[in-house]
């Protein structure tokens, strides 16, 4: 019966670990925070590669070229969004290309991995 109880206890620390690490990314999420900004910045060239560094940008201007670049980031999330369906056309082309050089039970199992991949882009294409 012990260790009954002790199972018991680790699931359910398990649990509340769960839900507060799901509940935390969800806040994050929800608030826009971003933990991990710094790697970015410590990963880029410094100012080298930064737009508006150094300008001396008042407050005004700086959030005028911040909509900017919103603006910017929303309509390139839209081209690629609309690409998307060109891009799967030509993966398909080149997945049916394959297939058709393959025996029965070898098309059987590439089917499958293209199922798996549900999209994405194969490790041998992201070469």
């Not at 070229?65 to 390139?76: G, K, S, T």
């Amino acid at each position: 019966m012990r260790a009954r109880g002790r199972l018991v206890a680790a699931l359910l620390l398990v649990l509340a670990f769960t839900v507060g690490a799901l509940s935390g990314m969800a806040a994050e999420e929800a608030l826009g925070i971003d933990w991990f900004e710094f790697l970015d910045e410590s990963r880029d060239g410094g100012d080298d590669d930064r737009l508006l560094a150094g300008l001396g940008l008042t407050a005004a201007q700086r959030a005028q070229a911040e909509e900017i670049l919103d603006r910017q980031e929303d309509a390139l999330e839209d081209y690629w969004e609309a690409r998307l369906p060109e891009i799967r056309r030509m993966m398909e082309r080149s997945y049916a290309d394959i297939r058709a050089t393959l025996t029965p039970e070898q098309q059987a199992r590439f089917d499958e991995r293209v199922e798996t991949l549900d999209g994405r882009i194969p490790a041998e294409a992201r070469d």
